[in-house]
């Protein structure tokens, strides 16, 4: 998917006339809230408001958890053959793909997210996933164990029921993939709550599951606010399970509301401060810059796994940090996330602007030097120039929270094992990199590095096949992977006399 077929002007008439949905999406069909109530989502590009959605309560998480329950029961979904499974999942990802346009736009318009990105990167990603899932589909296998010869043994894995799916606003689309697709593939039904912010890809989603073949009640939406209707689906007590992806104080309600409840299972996928390490030995500098800069400014510097602390030692570090300014201040530029040139959009909310702009003004009180960025374009919208302070030390409350915005921290340090000291110093253990032409150092640095992913000479590459989850605060579960796809099963183990 490419955006050169397109302009800027060509994507704000598609824009104008983009049609929508606003409503939940419940046992198949568009409904209106119980209550009538309505948010407002705000195109953060211009301040300005898009649309009004219908705004859940508990009320709309009773119904949706109620059909998601009857198709359960009906086995209408769980118990469909698993090729037939199958061939509706693998409708859905052909379906996303002949809809990417209607999705890029409304991920764009509700986020700030580059249209190119969208084509580029959100939506494949999302096709693919839901293509990975598909296809095993029926590949969940039992098992049966060795025993007495008066005896026969035999485990079964089976959907867990009624799975609630609470997703950010980061990457709308593609985390609604990755927690439905493999919720759904085990057999299971979904009540998904997309972030307020950015409602609308899911909805969507929605209603071409249906279209792909997918049974009414299987698949739900439930707009609203996290307070209101993410906590009355963590409480559900006909929820079998949370999946949620969001900030690690909303991560730890989520444990809070499975014990006040059912005792739900809960995954988790929370913050991250993802510590990239640079060794002097490192084969490339230049590729090594590329992939800082990209790690950290990627998406306007709004992902969880933001490689956010630069761990440079001492010999390379100057170096390193003059070419990263040479480079990075101009790498990405604030713009229209409508025209396919742009590669840095607005952050989520003017709000949230505030709250990396005042990080930055910590930044600069506690001693951190400022190199370049720190401010804001001439823009209506809620835009942060790409921004990076050296002089760093891990003391530093720019080193120790997660900003969520496009904001870097470099750390010299001396050699790999101040380096690990410093990358394991954190509540956070989603990712970290080490770079080092040394197999011997890569290898030391996977074992001790206290992450979830680790990437050696590269950052942020990797397919389907690899668990993606944190350590420590940055939640427990695996996203993706065969491993993601069991975690949404249980087993039954049959011990059968036969004497």
Not at 306 to 335: K, N, Q, T, V, W
Request: include cysteine; aromatic fraction near 8%.
């Amino acid at each position: 998917m490419t955006t050169n077929a397109l302009s800027s002007a060509d994507w704000h008439v598609r824009a104008a006339t983009l049609k929508y949905e606003t409503r939940h999406f419940i046992d198949g069909k568009f409904v209106d809230s119980v209550a009538g109530g309505r948010l407002t989502v705000v195109n953060p590009a211009t301040g300005m408001a898009l649309c009004e959605v219908s705004a859940g309560t508990a009320e709309d998480i009773d119904l949706a958890v109620a059909a998601a329950k009857r198709c359960f029961a009906s086995r209408a979904w769980s118990r469909m053959a698993p090729r037939d499974r199958l061939a509706v999942l693998s409708r859905l990802s052909q379906l996303i793909e002949a809809n990417a346009e209607r999705f890029a736009l409304l991920d764009t318009l509700v986020m700030g997210k580059p249209i190119r990105d969208m084509l580029g990167i959100d939506i494949p990603a999302a096709v693919q996933n839901f293509a990975y899932f598909a296809e095993l589909c029926d590949k969940i296998d039992g098992a049966v164990t060795a025993t007495a010869a008066g005896a026969f043994h035999y485990i079964l894995r089976e959907p867990l029921g009624v799975v609630g799916c609470i997703v950010p606003w980061n990457y709308p689309l593609l985390m609604a993939a990755w927690k439905t697709a493999p919720a759904l593939a085990a057999g299971n039904t979904v009540v998904l709550k997309p972030a307020e912010q950015s409602p609308l890809s899911a909805l969507l989603l929605a209603q071409l599951f249906i279209e792909a073949g997918g049974p009414p009640g299987a698949l739900n939406v439930v707009n609203g606010l996290g307070e209101t209707a993410g906590a009355a689906l963590a409480l559900h007590n006909d929820v079998a399970k949370i999946a949620f992806t969001g900030s690690t104080e909303i991560g730890k309600l989520m444990l809070v509301y499975a014990g006040r409840s059912n005792m739900k299972r809960v995954a988790l996928e929370c913050g991250g401060k993802s510590p990239q390490i640079f060794l002097a030995d490192l084969e490339d500098l230049d590729r090594a810059v590329g992939y800082a800069i990209n790690g950290i400014y990627g998406n306007m510097g709004e992902v969880c796994n933001a490689g956010s602390r630069l761990l440079i030692d001492r010999p390379i570090a100057r170096d390193f940090i003059a070419r990263f300014i040479e480079r990075g201040r101009e790498a990405y530029s604030a713009g229209d996330p409508l025209d396919p040139q742009t590669n840095l959009g607005p952050l989520v909310t003017a709000a949230h602007r505030a709250r990396v702009l005042d990080y930055i003004g910590r930044g600069k009180s506690e001693g951190a030097r400022l190199e370049f960025g720190g401010t804001t374009p001439d823009s209506p919208g809620a835009f942060v120039n790409p921004t990076l302070f050296s002089g760093v030390n891990n003391d530093m409350t720019i080193a120790r929270e997660e900003i969520f915005g496009p904001v870097a921290a470099a750390i010299e340090v001396d050699g790999i094992a101040e380096a690990l000291a410093i990358a394991n110093d954190s509540i956070y253990g989603l990712a970290a990199a080490v770079w080092t032409r040394d197999l011997g150092t890569a290898h030391r640095a996977v074992r001790d590095l206290e992450a979830g992913v680790i990437w050696v000479n590269c950052f942020d590459e990797g397919d389907m096949t690899q668990p993606f989850g944190g350590y420590k605060q940055s939640g427990q579960g695996r996203d993706k992977c065969l491993e993601s796809l069991l975690s949404y099963t249980q087993t039954k183990s049959a011990w059968i006399r036969l004497d």
